[in-house]
């Protein structure tokens, strides 16, 4: 699962195939509604801190909230629909069984009986929440997403979602396609953007995310490639440290002067939708910029973009800049900041998360062929204003 699901944000509603390049179209809540949901859910909440037990294939997670970009596929012949999460953040994908209890709400379920292209599996499926489980097991069928059909996609029918809590029973999105490598999935199965790319579904073995700066330009999920229409110069691309998350070393965070995380690990995570970064050290940032500590991690601040200053994180060699504009979350006179303190445990696991805050400003290619990301500076400059 992600590493900390912040925001129910966006939903893709439209699909266009090339031959080249599938498109995800994706739309964006306003801020406000962006707030009120993350503050309504964190005054809730007890804890911000994951840990992953990769050797038990058990995955903890705390302070798990509803997720910012989810789309449509289908699964099973005929197609039954699911809105899934895309979060590069978790490798597993998941959906609501026929067979679960009261816990999956509302929520699409799927029908295996109904799919004539099915296959059992059997094995069991578990994640551990915060707030409780998630169980159920894993299914082999057919995958259509963007227009793109994949065969024999191992994944995973949840029968048990009280884990998920009121986040999950009560919110849009039906499950989640996860995004990273095969090594972070719970029972080590292929992901489905790997079988994508070994059935010559894609020319490229990359995907990418735009994530757009207003409603009317929401944003695309493109697999197998990228659009020069999202972005401005070139990509600069950073070689992955390791290859179960999409997590790479920074060079450090400059803030007016004043240095921090120097040679960090951190990853980039689409299901994560602000910048988090270690307790002790958000909470300094936050005081030398004047941000008053809300709950779990998150701090309140002006929003007087003036009185801010930018924060520059080096990464690669090249300094990547969010001004006040770009990480502040404007709720009336008052803004949320857009970083979190978030303690991140285990051998190898990364002090940083580079969310949505990052991937707005930065169009974000997650190049699977040569292990690497690479960044551009996204261009929003005209289509919020059309």
Not at 22 to 36: A, C, E, G, P
Not at 221 to 234: A, I, R, V
Not at 359 to 377: C, H, I, L, P
Request: proline share 3%; glycine share 10%.
């Amino acid at each position: 699962m992600s590493t900390l699901l912040i925001l129910v944000a966006v939903v893709a509603v439209l699909y266009s195939v090339s031959a080249d390049i599938v498109r995800m179209k994706m739309q964006k809540t306003d801020d406000n509604t962006f707030v009120k949901n993350l503050l309504s859910h964190v005054l809730k909440t007890k804890g911000s801190s994951y840990t992953v037990k990769g050797d038990t294939g058990s995955i903890v997670i705390n302070d798990y909230q509803n997720a910012q970009y989810y789309g449509a596929i289908n699964l099973g012949t005929p197609g039954q629909e699911f809105q899934m999460i895309m979060d590069t953040g978790s490798s597993d994908v998941w959906v609501a069984s026929s067979q679960c209890d009261d816990s999956c709400g509302r929520h699409a379920e799927y029908d295996s009986t109904a799919s004539s292209t099915y296959a059992a599996n059997g094995t069991a499926f578990n994640i551990m929440y915060g707030s409780g489980p998630v169980s159920g097991f894993q299914s082999i069928d057919n995958m259509n997403w963007g227009g793109l059909k994949v065969k024999s996609q191992e994944f995973a029918e949840v029968t048990d979602a009280s884990g998920l809590g009121a986040a999950y029973k009560a919110g849009k999105f039906d499950g989640i396609l996860g995004l990273a490598f095969p090594g972070l999935s719970v029972n080590k199965v292929a992901t489905a953007f790997q079988n994508t790319v070994e059935q010559g579904l894609v020319q490229n073995a990359e995907f990418s995310f735009y994530l757009g700066d207003c409603e009317r330009d929401a944003g695309e999920l493109l697999l197998g490639g990228t659009d020069s229409k999202y972005y401005k110069g070139e990509f600069n691309y950073v070689p992955l440290t390791y290859q179960t998350y999409w997590q790479i070393q920074i060079d450090g965070l400059n803030v007016d002067g004043t240095a921090y995380g120097t040679n960090d690990q951190a990853i980039v995570d689409s299901g994560t939708s602000l910048l988090t970064g270690p307790s002790d050290v958000v909470a300094s940032l936050a005081k030398q910029i004047g941000a008053k500590k809300f709950v779990a991690g998150e701090y309140l601040v002006t929003c007087d973009e003036s009185k801010l200053p930018n924060l520059d994180f080096q990464i690669g060699g090249v300094t990547y800049t969010l001004e006040p504009k770009d990480y502040l979350i404007p709720d009336g006179k008052i803004c949320l900041f857009g970083m979190m303190g978030l303690d991140i445990k285990g051998p190898k696991m990364p002090k940083w998360i580079l969310g949505d805050i990052f991937m707005r400003k930065y169009y974000t290619v997650f190049d699977v062929a040569n292990s690497r990301v690479g960044f551009a500076e996204a261009d929003h400059s005209t289509r919020c204003l059309q």
